[in-house]
Structure formats: structure tokens, C-alpha cells
């Protein structure tokens, strides 16, 4: 079971668009948290998956560490792999608990949504304040230590005018995987989709320009598209787990199919139950999307990611229907991830073919001459494609 610990309700930024709801000082209990390692280590998966959320998790620092120390002790002695990350807003890393985390391998996800006008626009702190300059000294504190993260952008309707000028920025900073989500509880107007359009256009570009100048910059959004080109299409493994193989769990104990259905720990509808007890079955395991009749000739259907549950309910109310955005968003993507893999694979760029060829491991020995120095003689059947057939029609369930 992968297990999602939201440490604490509370957060020292004040962001508008946040699915945790308000703020307020209630955390996790040390407790609780060992009874949710409890949980992550109680079936016989050989990998176990925690990660540490809020709120602004690194508020509750020390459990957090003493955490992950406990569950690095579990894993070494149950002879099991163990994969941690934090999702965190960077303005409270310093360079001794980035070399923390490092040590005991908590991969970081950080929150910003760009250059500062983009930041100033949602992510002020509590107190209406610019928190831009202490998210970007927390960029620069794991990039001078070379510790891995990621940057993760929410994309709205107000900021996605400075979503060219942010990816740059955050790519320019050195940043080696740039997240880039959109904000499925806001309505984008068409002008808003255009700019957002562009931006994702010029990330599309970036992410040629660093191939180019032998630089592995991943954008996930595009990644996958590719990634699933590869492999033909999208495995169970890829989808959503919605409550079957990962929970989350609320300060208060509450357990919950996923992090983004925590909110504020007062609206039971996808409550799952408590740790004291565990969790109990879920319907909404078997209720994942889309069911959008529109989807059903749609070419892209075969890797379309429009099966968050999570993003599904923000957008339309229901966690197996997609909504318009979501629909453009998958569309566009697609587009600009084939451009790019058809442009590096032409060019065949060594570092194109090693990385994401070489993730790809049912290609067998295929993957033996993928190497930088030698990167012709892949079969053509592996080359990223577009499959054709029906476009989708823009939903609009808004």
C-alpha cells in the first residue's frame, strides 16, 4: 500500500487556488504516523511508497525526519524497497535539511507556479506577502546540492499569461523536471486556453532546446505522452489507484482515497475510515474515467491521463467523467509530445534515444544499442507515433 501522510493542516503560504482548504494549526500526532508506516509495511509488496504532504509539511520537520528514519530502518531490515517524497513549498529548506533529506533519500517536489508576477498572483504568504524570493532560494538549495526534485507549477486561468516566461525561468534556474498541472477547479475562458496553449508551446521548445545542448530537462506532461507512444499505450500500472493500491491519511487519523480528497477533514463523503481500524473497501476503485460517451472514437484515447478520479471531481462533480479542460489539455499535450519526439528522433539525438528508450525495458535488446555513442539501428516499429482516428470534441461540463 502506498501511504500518503498529510502531517498538518497548516501552511505559511496563502494559496487561492489550494485543494487542502483553509489553514489551521492541527498535525499529526507521532502516533498516528507510526501506525500509518504500520499500514505502508503491512502487505508483502516488495516496494513501499510514502510520501509527506499538507498543508506546508516541513512545519512538522522533526516527525518528518523521524519518519522517514524509521521507515529506511523497516525497509533495510524487511530486505524491501522503499521510495519517500516530500511535497513542499521550498520557502523552509536551508541547505543542512536539504542535506537531510538527501541522506535518507526523500525525493522533493516543489511547489512554485514561476516568475514572480506568476508566484504574486496565487501563492502569497499567510499574510498577503510575496513569497518569491524564499521559494527561489529553496530552488536554489537543492540545484547547488544536485539533490533530486522537481518544480510543480499549477497552471490557472489568471497566471497561464506568464506560463512561457515561468517555464523558461524555472528551466534557466537548472531545475531538472518541470511539473506543469492545471488547475481543474477554475474555468480558462478561450483567451486564457490560448495563453495557456503558448505556454506550453514554449515549453515544448525549451525541452528541444536542452536536448539539443545535451541536457536532460523531463517534462512530464510530455514525457508520458511519450513514454506511453513507446510502450503502445497506457498499462494498469499507469492509471489511477484511487483508494485500491494507495490511501491517504489526514492528521486526525481519517484515511482517505487520495490527498486531494483530504480537504479541510470534514466532508466524509470519500472517507475510507480510520487507522485505527485501517481502510475499508472503496467503491470509487471501480469508478474511474472517462465514461465521457464523447471519448469513445477518440484517436487519442489509447494514452489519454484523463482518469484522475481527483481531477475529474474538481472539474465535473464526478470522479468518472472528464471535463473540458482536461479534454485540451490531454489534446494538446499529445500534439506538442509527438512534435518533440518526432523532431529528436529525425535529428536522432543521442540523448533522446538513451533516455527515454532506455526506459522502456520490454524493448529487450533493442535497448543494448541505445546508448549515446550509438544511437542508430532502433527498428522503426519503436519510433514514437500518433495514432489516427476520431479528434475529441471540446467537453464542456464546466
Known sequence: MDVTLVLTHDCNLGCGYCYAGAKFNRRMSGEAALKCLDLAFDDDSPEVQ?????????????????????????????????????????????????????????????????????????????????????????????????????????????????????????????????????????????????????????AADVMLECFRAGRIVSIPVFDNKILAALKGGLAEVDMCSLGSRSVAVAPSGNIYPCERMVGEDEDSTFLMGHIDEGPKASGLACERGPINPECGDCGERWRCQSFCACANYAETGNTAIAGGTQCWHERQTAVLADRVATTLWEERNPLFIAWFYGRVTSLGAVLEEASPRKPTGLPAAVVPRRPTGGGRRRLRTL
Not at 176 to 187: D, H, K, Q, T
Open 50 to 202: 510514502l510520501s509527506f504532504f499538507g498543508g506546508e509539511p516541513l512545519l512538522c520537520w522533526d516527525l518528518l525526519v523521524d519518519l522517514a528514519r524509521e521507515a529506511r530502518a523497516r525497509a533495510q531490515a524487511g530486505g524491501r524497497s522503499l521510495k519517500m517524497s516530500v511535497t513542499t513549498n521550498g520557502t523552509l529548506l536551508t541547505d543542512e535539511r536539504a542535506s537531510l533529506l538527501d541522506e535518507l533519500e526523500v525525493y522533493v517536489g516543489l511547489s512554485t507556479d514561476g516568475v514572480q508576477e506568476a508566484q504574486d498572483d496565487g501563492r502569497p504568504t499567510i499574510g498577503g506577502a510575496s513569497s518569491f524570493a524564499d521559494t527561489k532560494r529553496g530552488i536554489e538549495v537543492l540545484v547547488r546540492r544536485g539533490t533530486p526534485f522537481e518544480t510543480i507549477s499549477v497552471v490557472t486561468p489568471t497566471n497561464a499569461r506568464w506560463l512561457s516566461d515561468s517555464v523558461r525561468w524555472i528551466v534557466d534556474l537548472g531545475v531538472p523536471r518541470v511539473g506543469l498541472n492545471p488547475c481543474y477547479e477554475a474555468y480558462f475562458d478561450d483567451e486564457q486556453l490560448g495563453a495557456y496553449g503558448a505556454g506550453l508551446t514554449t
